[in-house]
């Protein structure tokens, strides 16, 4: 049954801490509403910084990120020795690293729709190079994912079909062959299975996980499982087709030798490997962990600052260069991207020791860590939750 409740209490077990001294005389209520209103003043200051800058930056990174394309494409025809073939996988692979996170997830998220630029760029007609529809991510992942972030019945990512990602969702028999699951099968085919769980097939085919599994897109009507197969197909066709049977058919044509085609059907499937593997391995770290708070069915927040709170307590970071972390979209400051969904990467990075401040001086926890030390973390929590029910079985 689903029971209605606060968050005060799971604040206070997962982030929440006794306050600081300057802070001590505040009432719980008080901190949250300060701690919100600290947080609204950085984003409404950085958004009204946002302009030409932050545009010229992101058609900058999709030039140099086409030019790779290029670049990966050429050499993995062209190559006839192992060197210059595993360069044009490289090169593709940053093409694809980039188009899948540091732009095409921070462009489907709205980020630029408001400012001049190109209308390609913007989050109504941008077509991603990754086998996943667009409009199904958009109401998936910006709509119910950011706004019920780790709350059970409602974050679409708690309950990914077969998977058990919390100790919210109930055990089964299956849940003990999730571990290698995740390893060997979902990571390398990351891309695949997030088109299948956003338009609702991870669902229909093995359910969500959920006690009432009329929760969520598990309507088994003929119509909705019509539709959810052909938005699925919408990418996975083209995309696909272009991938593992055009260029690889211009390449035997070309050259008059199937060999050709293999070589270049090898060197695409390996750049998307690497791009998926990459993308799984940034992803698991962002909200899963035995530190990490979940939320039972009902949870919701008492005002602004408490839903802050929340998705600090929801999230991880971890720390990384720069260069890598353009390759994760910035998505190793995930905690500033749940609080402002709407700042570039590159402003994300600028205003985290800012945000860190902000949580430290409000007394909530805000948590990070090497990349290495949170994918452990998050792998050694998926492992525990195949093998055993853990503490909070039920929703």
Known sequence: MTCLVHSTSLLEEYSVKESLPDYSRLSYTERMRCFGEAIDEIGNKVQAEIGEVDVARLCRLNRFSRSMEVVGRVLLHFSFEPITFLVGVGALWIHKQLQATEIGHTVLHGVYDHLEGPEHLRSKTFSWDAPIHEESWRQGHNIEHHHFTNVAGKDPDMNFG??????????????????????????????????????????????????????????????????????????????????????????????????????????????????????????????????????????????KGEWYAMQVAATNNFEVSRPISILCGGLDRQIEHHLFLKLPPERLREIAPEVRALCNQYGVTYRTDTWWNSLKKALHHMRNLSVCELGRASV
Request: proline share 5%; aromatic share 20%.
């Open 162 to 303: 077969p998977a058990r990602l919390t100790e919210r969702t109930p055990h089964k028999w299956f849940h003990h062959l999730q571990f290698p699951f995740l390893i060997a099968i979902l990571a390398p085919n990351f891309t695949f299975f997030i088109n299948l769980h956003f338009t609702g097939l991870n669902d229909i085919y093995f359910g969500n996980g959920l006690a009432d599994e009329r929760r969520g897109k598990t309507d088994r009507s003929w119509k909705v499982i019509r539709e959810a197969h052909l938005t699925a197909l919408r990418k996975f066709a083209p995309y696909y087709f272009k991938n593992y049977l055009f260029f690889p058919m211009l390449a035997g044509v070309m050259f008059w030798n199937i060999w050709m085609f293999w070589k270049v059907l090898l060197g695409n499937w390996m750049a998307e490997t690497l791009r998926d593997i990459y993308s799984a391995a940034t992803i698991y770290c962002g909200h899963t962990g035995e530190d990490v708070a979940d939320f039972p069915q009902g949870t919701k927040a008492r005002g």
